[in-house]
């Protein structure tokens, strides 16, 4: 298909610098693109004209428009003659310039049967360029003001679309946002929309304006027609689980210029139900468990730190008072600052475990609680913080507490009821000791420590000694926690 949204989107990836001609019928345009972004053109359709821009914008007066072919000077713009005899002034100059930039392009959009020729230039003659209007913007506005037309469905209905960089989704309009949700990663395009309740404009205009964005990645050919049937489920599947992975990644190395607005993908309007919402549905593409175990350790560790931002945000924007204060901390501290402080108290952490380990608990409990007044939204911070304190008597009131912290950050991990389990158990409340254990099975019914710990609640089996519980080695614990910062170096 040849279209100018597919052209904007290769300049705009490519960050391509030159001339993009087209032409249909008499109608020819000329669009100048620097590092990817619209800067000039040309055309010669009336309306589009700067001239008729600037008299329609109020710009002008009409006594200006009626003798504007006075002040065409070969070899010079027609704005800036207008400048000097102060028709105009810079600034509505440069409003008007931009409008008709956005003008020409969008215009383009309704067209699928013109003709395209993209020429490189490493620099203009002599141009100077006080305006540009971002490639992104003209894809959003050009696909959204275009009437539906059936070759966008002849170009997608045969590829299976799957969810790729998520820079642009904020942009997406709520109705464009429910169609992306429906992408799954498996089914042709041709299914999607069969199951589903959206019209045929919303549907594939918002499927063409994904790709457009980058947002997917199409597997299988664009313009096929859909024979039916899905692709090999297997090949797919193997596909699907690179992006994922990918995906992630990305979302990674963009964590150090993101704020909780925008990780969870909300803005500051947003309602504490808006914020939920957005946290459970970056839960189902982020959560850890989503992933191979089997992936490197490395890979792991990004993927945790990926969906702990998204956990920490959500914990602080549901809170009304929590909120507020990271609302003004925001105005105050660069995003980088906060990224700075969570990094120290990663390695404070890692301090602590390593005391931990070498059972100096008092130690291991002054670096914890430091790790946790540098970011208080780690769960895992304060499991280990319980569970040291859990070795020591004097702090299990301050375990039990931690421990519940730690429940209410991760409430679907086992780790958390297990611990509170335990400790209970060491205190002779058999009765709460059964009603935690019972709740780590329900988080993961497989979770066999914790089988082990209510099976010994059972008088009829052979009980374990308080001596060998308060003894818990730190391989007991490995199996507890699923932190690769708790393996051994």
Known sequence: MEHIGIHLKKIFLKKKQGQLYFQRGSVRKHLYFKEG???????????????????????????????????IIPKRSIGEVMIENDLISKEDLNEGLKYQLR????????AFDGEFKFREAEQFSAETFDVSVPIPVLIEQGIRRMKYAPQLKQFLQGTVPALKDRAFFLHLTEEEKEVYHAINGTSLAQSLFDSSEFGESVF????????????????????????????????NEAAIADEKVREVLAMFERLASLDYYQVLEVTKESTASDVKKAYFQMARKYHPDLFDRELPSDVRNKID???????????????????????????KVPVQDRRNADKRAEVKVRQGKTLYDQTRWEEAQVLLQEAIRLDPYKSSYFMLL???????????????????????????????YL????????????????????????????????????DELDPSKKKRGLKDVFSMDTQELKGMFKKDFFKKK
Not at 43 to 53: A, D, F, K, M, Y
Not at 54 to 65: Q, T
Not at 205 to 233: H, M, N, Q, R, W
Not at 436 to 451: F, N, R
């Open 37 to 71: 972004e619209l800067v000039f053109s040309r055309t010669n359709v009336p309306q589009e004209l700067i001239g008729e821009v600037l008299f329609r914008l109020g710009k002008i007066s009409s006594d200006v428009y009626n003798k504007i072919d006075e002040f």
């Open 103 to 110: 003008e020409v392009t969008l215009n383009i959009f309704s």
């Open 204 to 235: 594939w205009k918002s499927l063409y304006l994904f790709f457009c964005l980058d947002l997917i990645e199409l597997f299988g050919e664009p313009g096929t027609v859909a024979a039916g049937t899905e692709p090999d489920p297997a090949e």
């Open 305 to 331: 730190d990926v969906f702990d931002f998204i956990t920490k945000g959500y914990h602080i924007l549901s809170d009304e008072d929590k909120r507020q204060d990271y609302d003004k901390n925001l105005e």
């Open 386 to 416: 319980a569970m040291t304190q859990s070795k020591m008597r004097e702090y299990h009131e301050k375990a039990v507490k931690n421990f519940k912290k730690a429940i209410e950050m991760s409430p679907w991990q086992p780790d958390g």
């Open 419 to 454: 611990g509170l389990g335990i400790l209970y158990k060491r205190e002779g409340m058999k009765v709460m000791a059964a009603k935690y254990l019972k709740k780590a099975l329900q988080c993961d019914p497989d979770h066999q420590a914790t089988q082990r710990e209510l």
